[in-house]
């Protein structure tokens, strides 16, 4: 499974914890994560191997939005920060808008991630 790992900075260590709660399904996975999301996953789970593109304000939500319209990624991951404003939230948008049209997952919370990783993981163990 191709996962993309993105959160905004108020919720990074919601993502690293939800990273290691999982980790055992994620270290068969490909996952690519936006650059400063992906380096503090890989630092605290160094078994996890992760593809890190930029940061998210420097063009890291429109490389992971490519790879889902290339078919390169299978369920998006993202943890939203709903309470921040984001200057960059028209890339947030556009990311979100493609995961819509190529009809992949996406989770934007833990509670939602929890789910489509519970399914995958029944279905890997099969």
């Given at each position: 499974?191709r996962i993309a790992l993105i959160a905004h900075d108020e919720?990074?260590?919601?993502?690293?914890?939800?990273?290691?709660?999982?980790?055992?399904?994620?270290?068969?996975?490909?996952?690519?994560?936006?650059?400063?999301?992906?380096?503090?996953?890989?630092?605290?789970?160094?078994?996890?191997?992760?593809?890190?593109?930029?940061?998210?304000?420097?063009?890291?939500?429109?490389?992971?939005?490519?790879?889902?319209?290339?078919?390169?990624?299978?369920?998006?991951?993202?943890?939203?920060?709903?309470?921040?404003?984001?200057?960059?939230?028209?890339?947030?948008?556009?990311?979100?808008?493609?995961?819509?049209?190529?009809?992949?997952?996406?989770?934007?919370?833990?509670?939602?991630?929890?789910?489509?990783?519970?399914?995958?993981?029944?279905?890997?163990r099969a």
């Open positions: 499974m919720k990074k260590d919601d993502l690293v914890a939800f990273a290691g709660a999982h980790r055992d399904f994620l270290k068969d996975c490909d996952l690519v994560a936006t650059g400063t999301t992906g380096g503090r996953v890989a630092e605290a789970w160094p078994g996890l191997t992760i593809r890190r593109l930029k940061s998210g304000p420097l063009g890291g939500d429109q490389q992971i939005g490519a790879l889902i319209a290339e078919g390169k990624v299978d369920a998006l991951i993202f943890f939203v920060d709903p309470l921040t404003p984001m200057p960059h939230d028209v890339d947030v948008k556009a990311l979100m808008r493609l995961a819509i049209v190529y009809d992949i997952p996406m989770a934007l919370n833990r509670a939602t991630a929890e789910i489509i990783l519970s399914g995958n993981e029944t279905t890997a």
